[in-house]
C-alpha cells in the first residue's frame, strides 16, 4: 500500500467490493423488486380485486371490525396495527406484537363483512421487501449486517471513483469485441458510472432509514438514549404516551376514524393502536404521504380511551428533519408515479448489474492461464458468483411459482413460499459448486428462464386473468433476458485477435493500446 | 404529465450525449471512419452540453425544484444507457436515431 | 531473499492490511460516533436538528475516515492520526458533558 494514492484505492475497492458483493446483489435485486412490492403482492393475491372506492363511512366500520377481531384474538398484545383498504388493495389486513422480538401475527379480513378472508396466505411483496434490509434474519441481525456492507459499498464506490481515471473519456466506451476481461470491465464501468448518481444516493440514504440505530450516539447525548422522544420532538411522530398500568376500555374506533379523515385531507392508510386495554390506550391515525419528496406521514392521535384527539401532526418539519425525511422519500421512491417508477426500477437493475459484473471481473480477470489448475479462492468465488446471481432470480422465480401452485388451503401457506424460495436458492448453488464454471453459468441461466416462464405459465393456467397481463409479460422479459446470457455465455468464445473492421480506425487501435490505468493497477497489486 | 415530461427529458438529453460521444475521437471515428477536426469536436460538444442544460432547465420549468432533478437525473441515466447501448451493438444508429429524436421531444414540449 | 524472510515479508503486509481493516472500521465507527455525539450538543441549532445534521453527517465522515486510513502512507501514521483526531473529539466531548452537567443540577 506504499504504492501511491490510486494503487491503494485499487486494492480497497477490490477486495471491499469482493466481500461485500454476494450480500449487495441480493440486496440490490430484493430492493429493486421492492419498488414493485405493492403489484407482488396484488399478484400474489389473486383473489383480491379491485372495488369501488371507500368511503369514510366504509372505513369506519371496516375498523370496527378490525378492533373487533384484534379483542377477540389479540387481546394481550401490546400493539395493534391495521391497514385499511383502498380500492386498489381492498382487504383489511391486521398485524400484532405481543412481545418485542417474536414476529408479529397476521389476518386478513373482508372489510365489508369483517369475516377472516378467503385470500390465500402469503407474505407477498413484504417478504422481498422485508429481505431486502433484514436479509430474513433476526431484524437486529440482518439490518446491521446489511448496513456495514452498505458502508462498505460506499466505500468501494468512493474507491471506484478515484481509480477510474477515464471516467469521462470511457464514459460510453463499451467494448464486446476485444478480452472477456476487457468487456466485464467495461460494463461494469458502464453500469457504475451510468447510475453513479442513483448509486450514491441509494446507498447513503439506505444507510440513513436506519441512521438511529446504526448510529445513535447523537441521541445518547442529547436525549440521554429516549429515541421516541427525539421523533417527537423532530416532528416525526406524535408525541409517545407510556402505558398508565392500569386497566382501561378502548372507546368506539368509528368516531375516532371518522374524525380523523375530517382532519387531515390524504387518504387514511392504517392505524396503530397502543396499549389497547390500558387506561392510557393511544390510537394513531396515519395518512399516505402528500405528494412530495419527503417521507412524512400525516398523523393524528387519541386517547384511545375518551377518543378526544391529542394530536395532530402535518408538515411543519425543520430543514434537518426535512433532510432526513427526503432522504428516505428518496430510497423509498413512494412518489414515483408509473413512468418514473420505471426509471428507478432500471437504476436498480443497474445497481445488480454493476455487483455482478464487479463479482465476475474479479474472477475472470484471476482466470488461471490454460493447463494450470484453479486455486480454491477462484473456485470459491465463482461457486458463489453462479450461487448468488442466478441463485437468488431463480429463488424469486419459485417464491412467485409456489405462490401459484401451492394448494390454498394449507397449513402455513406464506412459510411454504419462503421455504420454496430457499430451496431453490440452496439447489441453485449446490448445483452451481459440482457443475464446471462455464456449465454451471449456462444451465443456470436456463433453469431461470425456464422458472420464470413457469410462473407466467403458472398464472396463465391457474387464474388467467388480464389484469395481471402485464405483471406476466414482465416475468417473461425476465425470463428472456436469461435466456439472452444463457446464449451468449455458451457461444462465447475467447476473440483470438481484433476484427478486421475495427483495425482501419487508428483512434481505435491507439485506444486498444492504452488498457485502463486502474486495471493495469489492479493487476499490479495482484503480482505484488 | 410526468411521463410526456419524462419523454422530453430523455429526448433532449438523448441528442446531448449522442452529441458529446460523436465529439470525442474514438467514436466519432468508430463511425465516420475519421477523427473529427477540431471545429466539429467544438461544435458537437458544445450542441451536446446544450441540449442537456435543456434537458435540466425543462425538467425544472415543468415539474419544480424538488421533482425535476430527480426526473431529470433519472431521464439522463436513461438516455445514457441508450446512447452506450446502441454506440456498442448498431453504432451507425446513434445518428439517425438522435435526428429522429430531436422532433419528437419537441413535439413534447410543445403538447404540455 | 530466502524463502523464510520472503515468507515474514508476506506475514507482515498481511497484519498491516488486517491492521489498516480493523483501524478503518473500528476508528472509522469511532470518530464518526464521537463527532455524532459532540456536534449533537453544541450545533447552534434546536435539540432534535442538531441531533439529525449530525447523524446524517457522521456517515460520510466515516466513509471518509476509512478511505483515509487506506490512502495514508503507512498504518502507524494512519493510526496516529485517527488517535489524535479521536482525543480531540473525545477531549471535547467530554468537556461539553461536564459543562452540561454543572450547568443543570438536574
Keep these: 500500500m506504499k504504492n501511491g494514492f490510486r494503487q491503494s484505492m485499487a486494492w480497497l475497492h477490490t477486495w471491499s467490493g469482493l466481500v461485500v458483493g454476494w450480500v449487495l446483489f441480493a440486496v440490490f435485486v430484493t430492493g429493486t423488486a421492492s419498488y414493485y412490492r405493492s403489484d407482488i403482492s396484488l399478484w400474489m393475491r389473486p383473489e383480491l380485486r379491485q372495488e369501488a372506492a371507500f368511503s369514510p363511512e366504509d372505513l369506519a366500520r371496516a375498523a370496527e371490525f378490525g378492533v373487533a377481531h384484534l379483542q377477540k384474538h389479540a387481546g394481550n398484545a401490546r400493539t395493534w396495527f391495521i391497514t385499511l383498504p383502498s380500492a386498489d388493495n381492498p382487504v383489511l389486513d391486521l398485524f400484532w406484537r405481543t412481545k418485542p422480538g417474536t414476529p408479529p401475527s397476521q389476518a386478513a379480513l373482508d372489510p365489508r363483512t369483517g369475516e377472516v378472508s378467503g385470500l390465500r396466505e402469503t407474505k407477498g411483496g413484504d417478504f422481498l421487501y422485508r429481505f431486502h434490509f433484514e436479509l430474513h434474519m433476526p431484524p437486529i441481525w440482518g439490518r446491521w449486517i446489511v448496513g456495514i456492507c452498505a458502508m462498505i459499498m460506499l466505500v468501494a464506490l468512493v474507491s471506484g471513483i478515484v481509480i477510474h481515471r477515464r471516467i469521462f473519456a470511457d464514459f460510453f466506451t463499451f467494448r464486446r469485441d476485444k478480452s472477456a476481461q476487457r468487456g466485464w470491465l467495461d460494463a461494469h464501468n458502464v453500469t457504475g458510472v451510468l447510475g453513479l448518481p442513483f448509486h450514491l444516493m441509494i446507498t447513503y440514504t439506505g444507510v440513513v432509514t436506519l441512521a438511529l440505530m446504526y448510529m445513535p450516539w447523537g441521541v445518547t447525548t442529547a436525549y440521554k438514549g429516549d429515541n421516541q422522544a427525539f421523533f417527537a420532538e423532530s416532528g416525526q411522530i406524535t408525541a409517545p404516551r407510556p402505558p398508565a398500568g392500569r386497566p382501561g376500555t378502548l372507546a368506539p374506533i368509528g368516531p375516532m376514524v371518522r374524525e380523523a379523515i375530517a382532519t387531515v385531507p390524504e387518504p387514511l392508510e392504517r392505524l396503530s393502536i397502543l396499549n389497547p386495554k390500558d387506561a392510557a390506550a393511544t390510537v394513531v391515525a396515519v395518512f399516505e404521504e402528500p405528494h412530495g419528496l419527503s417521507h412524512e406521514h400525516p398523523q393524528v392521535a387519541f386517547d384511545g380511551v375518551t377518543g378526544a384527539v391529542v394530536e395532530v401532526r402535518q408538515g411543519g418539519l425543520k430543514p434537518a428533519a426535512k433532510t432526513f425525511t427526503t432522504m428516505v422519500g428518496l430510497h423509498e421512491a413512494h412518489f414515483a408515479g408509473p413512468a418514473l417508477r420505471v426509471l428507478f426500477f432500471l437504476c436498480g437493475l443497474m445497481g445488480c448489474a454493476m455487483v455482478a459484473t464487479g463479482l465476475v471481473l474479479w474472477s475472470v480477470s484471476r482466470m488461471p492461464k490454460a493447463g494450470e489448475p484453479a486455486f480454491f479462492g477462484l473456485r470459491l468465488v465463482q461457486a458463489l458468483n453462479v450461487g448468488t446471481v442466478v441463485g437468488l432470480p431463480a429463488a424469486v422465480a419459485v417464491y412467485l411459482l409456489a405462490n401459484r401452485l401451492l394448494p390454498v388451503g394449507i397449513a402455513d401457506r406464506s412459510g411454504w413460499e419462503i421455504r420454496a424460495f430457499f430451496g431453490a436458492w440452496i439447489i441453485m448453488a449446490l448445483a452451481a459448486l459440482l457443475r464446471p464454471h462455464r456449465r454451471a453459468w449456462t444451465e443456470g441461466a436456463i433453469a431461470v428462464a425456464a422458472l420464470f416462464v413457469a410462473a407466467a405459465t403458472a398464472d396463465a393456467l391457474t387464474i388467467g386473468e388480464a389484469r395481471f397481463l402485464g405483471f406476466d409479460t414482465a416475468l417473461l422479459v425476465l425470463a428472456a433476458l436469461f435466456a439472452y446470457a444463457a446464449r451468449k455465455v455458451s457461444t462465447y468464445a475467447p476473440p483470438q485477435r481484433e476484427r478486421r473492421s475495427r483495425q482501419d480506425s487508428p483512434a481505435l487501435a491507439a485506444a486498444s493500446r492504452q488498457p485502463a490505468q486502474a486495471f493495469r493497477t489492479q493487476k499490479v497489486l495482484n503480482e505484488a | 404529465m410526468t411521463p410526456i415530461v419524462l419523454l422530453l427529458t430523455i429526448g433532449l438529453s438523448y441528442v446531448g450525449l449522442a452529441a458529446l460521444c460523436l465529439g470525442m475521437n474514438r467514436h466519432h471515428s468508430a463511425i465516420f471512419e475519421a477523427r473529427p477536426d477540431p471545429r466539429r469536436a467544438l461544435l458537437l460538444r458544445s450542441a451536446g452540453w446544450i441540449a442537456i442544460g435543456l434537458s435540466f432547465a425543462s425538467a425544472v420549468h415543468f415539474e419544480g425544484w424538488a421533482f425535476g432533478p430527480v426526473q431529470w437525473i433519472g431521464g439522463l441515466t436513461a438516455a445514457a444507457l441508450l446512447v452506450v447501448g446502441i454506440l456498442s451493438y448498431r453504432p451507425g444508429l446513434i445518428l439517425p436515431t438522435a435526428a429522429l429524436v430531436l422532433p419528437v421531444a419537441l413535439a413534447a414540449a410543445i403538447s404540455i | ?106
Design chain 3, 1 to 106: 531473499m530466502n524463502a523464510v524472510s520472503s515468507r515474514r515479508a508476506e506475514w507482515t503486509t498481511r497484519l498491516a492490511v488486517a491492521g489498516r481493516v480493523v483501524l478503518a472500521a473500528g476508528g472509522g465507527y469511532g470518530l464518526a460516533a464521537l463527532s455524532t455525539a459532540l456536534l449533537s450538543l453544541v450545533l447552534p441549532l434546536s435539540r432534535a436538528e442538531a441531533v439529525t445534521s449530525a447523524t446524517l453527517l457522521s456517515f460520510a465522515l466515516m466513509v471518509g475516515a476509512a478511505v483515509y486510513v487506506f490512502a495514508a502512507r503507512s498504518l502507524g501514521r494512519a493510526a496516529i492520526s485517527m488517535a489524535v483526531l479521536a482525543g480531540i473529539l473525545g477531549g471535547t466531548l467530554w468537556l461539553v458533558m461536564k459543562m452540561i452537567q454543572t450547568g443543570s443540577p438536574a
